[in-house]
C-alpha cells in the first residue's frame, strides 16, 4: 500500500482498495496501447484522434492505480495520482487533467474544443504513461 493513496480511502473519498487483478491489467493496458497507436492516425478527425488519446490514458493510467491496488470512484483522479502510481509530475498529469475538462465539455455539453496543439500534447503525454507502465 501507499500512504499518499491510503489517505485518499475511506467513505466518501475518492479511492478504495482493492486487490490488482492480472487480466484488468493486462486489458487496460492492450486497449491504452491500441487507442494510442490509432490516435497518432492523421486520416482520423481530429475530434476522434482526441477521444482515443484521452481513452488511452484514462485506461493506461487506471491500469497504474489499479497495479498499487486502488481503484477509482471517479475519472478524473487517476490522472491526478500519477505521481504516486508512476512517479510522473505535473508536465504530464496537468495535460491530462485539461483533457479530462475538454472531453467533459464535448461529453455533457456538446463544446469539445480541440485543436491539431492539444492533441499533439495530449498523445505526448499518453506515450509517457504508456511507457512509464510498461517499465
Known amino acids: 500500500m501507499h500512504l499518499a493513496l491510503d489517505n485518499l480511502c475511506g467513505p466518501g473519498k ?8 492480472a487480466n484488468e491489467l493486462a486489458g487496460l493496458i492492450r486497449t491504452g496501447v491500441a487507442r494510442l497507436q490509432d490516435a ?20 493506461l493510467c487506471l491500469a497504474a492505480l489499479r497495479r498499487m491496488g486502488y ?3 471517479n475519472r478524473y483522479i487517476v490522472f491526478q495520482v500519477l505521481p504516486h502510481t508512476l512517479g510522473l509530475g505535473p508536465e504530464v498529469w496537468r495535460v491530462l487533467d485539461k483533457c479530462h475538462n475538454t472531453r467533459n465539455l464535448g461529453e455533457y455539453e456538446g463544446l469539445l474544443d480541440v485543436d491539431e496543439r492539444l492533441v499533439t500534447d495530449l498523445i505526448a503525454a499518453t506515450e509517457v504513461v504508456a511507457q512509464a507502465i510498461q517499465n
Open 40 to 59: 497518432s492516425n492523421p486520416n482520423l478527425a481530429l475530434e476522434s484522434r482526441f477521444d482515443l488519446a484521452y481513452n488511452a490514458a484514462h485506461a
Open 71 to 73: 481503484r477509482a470512484s
Open 14 to 21: 475518492s479511492l478504495k482498495a482493492e486487490a490488482p487483478d
